[in-house]
């Protein structure tokens, strides 16, 4: 069993910055690929990025490739995501996601996150 929780989330404006963390529990937190995933009102979860279990690879829906980063620090447990150039359509809840060792864009992930919301102000 995983548990996930996220934090970070906030108001901010166009062009603002917010960095997105994501604490898992457990000892085995490296044997897990971590992705983020968002949900906009009205509309269905959407990927957003994934890393490998070492963190040698990362994946990134287009709409944030070039402006969203994804990290791990096995060590600490957590996974973040770095937001810059923050666009209104970027607004949405954010969770962060688990799958044992293979690391997928689908949402087949095993354990998720309560999220954590972001708005970006235009």
């Known amino acids: 069993q995983v548990q996930l929780v996220e934090s970070g989330g906030g108001l901010v404006q166009t062009g603002d910055s917010l960095r997105l963390s994501c604490v898992a529990s457990g000892r085995t937190f490296s044997a897990y690929a971590m992705g983020w995933f968002r949900q906009a009102p009205g509309k269905e979860r959407e990927f957003v990025a994934a890393?490998?279990?070492?963190?040698?690879?990362?994946y990134y829906a287009d709409s944030v490739k070039g402006r969203f980063t994804i990290s791990r620090d096995n060590a600490k447990n957590t996974v973040a995501l770095q937001m810059n150039s923050l666009k209104p359509e970027d607004t949405a809840v954010y969770y962060c996601?688990?799958?044992?060792?293979?690391?997928?864009?689908?949402?087949?992930?095993?354990?998720w996150g309560q999220g954590t919301q972001v708005t970006v102000s235009s």
């Open positions: 996601a688990a799958r044992k060792f293979i690391v997928t864009m689908d949402a087949r992930y095993d354990y």
């Open positions: 890393i490998t279990l070492s963190g040698s690879s990362t």
